[in-house]
Every structure is written in C-alpha cells, then in structure tokens.
C-alpha cells in the first residue's frame, strides 16, 4: 500500500515538473499539449489495466471451477465463461501494448526522473537510505517502509516538493504547498494504520484506535484521489483488518513472509540466550551420577 501512495506522490511532483517545463518554455507548447495528453492517457490506461486484469482473473477462476463441476463442454455457462474470459485475456494484452507504447513515446519527451520535482523526491529517499527493489515492480521492503513512514521521514518527502517550487519557481510555491500538506496526512494517517497492525500485539484498546484509523484513513485517500484505484491490500485493510485483529490479537504483518523471519531470529535470540542452562542441567546431572556412584 505504501508503494501506491510513494507512486501517487511521485506522479504528482511529475505533474509540476511538467507545468515547469511549460513554464520555462523547455518543450513547445505543442509537445507539452501532446504529452500531456500522453500522460493522462496512460494514467487511464494503468487503471483500465487494473480493473481488466481483476475480471480475467475472477472470471477465469469462475471458469475453472465450472470446467471441474461439470467439464469443459457439458454446460452453457461453462463456454460462455471460457469465452468471456478469453476476450479478457484480449483487452488485457491490448492494454499492455498500448501502455507499453505510450511509455515508449513519453520517454522521448520527458522522462519522469529527468524533472527536478521528482529528482528531489529520489534525492530524499536515497537520505533516508530508502531504496525501491529494482525487480517486483520497484516496491518497498517492510524495514524501508517502516523508515518512510515515520513523521520525519514523511516530513522529508513531503518538504522536497516545497523546497523545489521555492527553488525552481515560487509562483506556485503555494499550491505545492497545498499538495504536500494533502499527501503529508494521507501518509501520517496510513502511518498509524500501518503501526496498529503490522504484526505487534493488539489489545482492546489497539483495537479501538485501529476501527478509528482506518476509516478516517479510507476517507481521506478518496476524497484526495477520487479517480485512483483501490488495490486488494487496501480492501484487506478496510474490510477485514479490524476484524481480523479482533480475532488474531495480532496484525497481517506477523503472517507474512518477513513476520515468519523475525519470529525466527526471536527464537534464535532466546536460544543463544537459554542455550547454556542446559549445558548447565547436563552437568548437574553427571555430578550426581558420580556422587551416587
């Protein structure tokens, strides 16, 4: 979830690096009128994505099940659900080409990282010695995500949007300024979603800060990105944390990959720890042998 909201920002300080670049004059008013459009094109098209690849998905699922209810040919739904998930698998392949293609094009223009909104943004990041995996669709590891989400780390992020219009072009220093206050509480707001759950122990009391927290959390992301997709873990988060941890007493994190690892080098700990009082039980236990021998 924290890669999304990165990405969003992101988008944004791309966004004033190409009203800057207009600006300064440093493409044509026809590029940037042509990029632009490139631009919102493939925000829609990300999202048409989004949404085709979650139907191919469920319907294709849909279709697996009738296939082994009732076999391949011996039921209409069965085919029409083959069919459907077919034409999807179709939509789904035009819209990566047309993604693909699009990116394509933008890269000869104006690529995202040579802004210097977004620079700053990286520059920061690389201060907080925080890194994006260069595979995996460049996400963030637990321990980075953890460093991002601290207040000070969001007041950075958020900062380097300012200090780059104060910088490049105070003319709109204050609506940046506006824009980094609206990202600076979405990501103090999932920060303590993210602290609530993220596989420590959760007690009534938790409990009752987490069922405050994600709601105030979920209102605030729509109403800032009414057109932005809502990811599974962003649904896992809404509809099942609270009841999950009401459950669990503990949150999603402990289950994952990485929450399975700090148990491990819990154990680890204890048994370095506790390892020598059964060296000890040992010889106690042969000094009573020889004694009563």
């Known amino acids: 979830m924290f890669t999304k909201l990165f990405d969003l920002l992101e988008a944004s300080c791309h966004e004033w690096d190409l009203k800057l670049a207009y600006h300064y004059q440093r493409v044509s008013s026809s590029t940037f009128t042509t990029y632009s459009a490139q631009l ?82 990286d520059s920061t990041l690389q201060m907080l010695g925080v890194t994006r995996q260069q595979y995996f669709g460049g996400v963030f590891v637990g321990n980075h995500v953890h460093k991002s989400l601290q207040i000070s780390s969001i007041e950075a992020l958020c900062g380097a949007m300012v200090a780059t219009a104060l910088r490049e072009i105070p003319s709109i220093l204050s609506d940046v300024m506006v824009t980094a206050t609206t990202f600076r509480s979405i ?27 994600i709601p105030s959390f979920m209102e605030s992301f729509r109403r800032a990105f009414p057109k932005a997709t809502t990811p599974i873990k962003m649904h896992l988060l809404e509809d099942h944390a609270l009841q999950w941890a009401n459950r669990m ?45």
Do not use: W
Request: glycine share 6%; hydrophobic share 35%; with cysteine.
């Open 40 to 121: 919102q094109r493939l925000q829609a098209a990300k999202s048409e994505l989004e949404v085709a690849k979650h139907s191919k998905e469920t319907t294709e699922q849909l279709a697996t099940y009738m296939v082994l209810l009732y076999g391949e040919q011996s039921n209409v739904v069965t085919q029409y659900l083959l069919q459907q998930a077919e034409e999807q698998r179709e939509s789904v392949d035009k819209l990566e080409d047309e993604i693909a293609h699009i990116t394509d094009e933008l890269s000869k223009g104006f690529a995202t990282h040579e802004g210097p909104f977004v620079k700053e943004l």
């Open 187 to 213: 990501l103090a707001q999932f920060g303590r979603c993210h602290e609530l759950y993220d596989g420590n122990y959760i007690n009534e009391y938790n409990a009752s800060q987490l069922a405050a927290a």
């Open 249 to 293: 007493h503990v949150g999603f994190g402990l289950f994952g990959e990485q929450g399975a690892e700090s148990i491990h080098a819990k154990f680890n700990t204890l048994l370095s720890q506790y390892n020598t009082m059964h060296e000890q039980h040992n010889a106690r236990q042969s000094e009573k042998t020889t004694v009563h021998s």
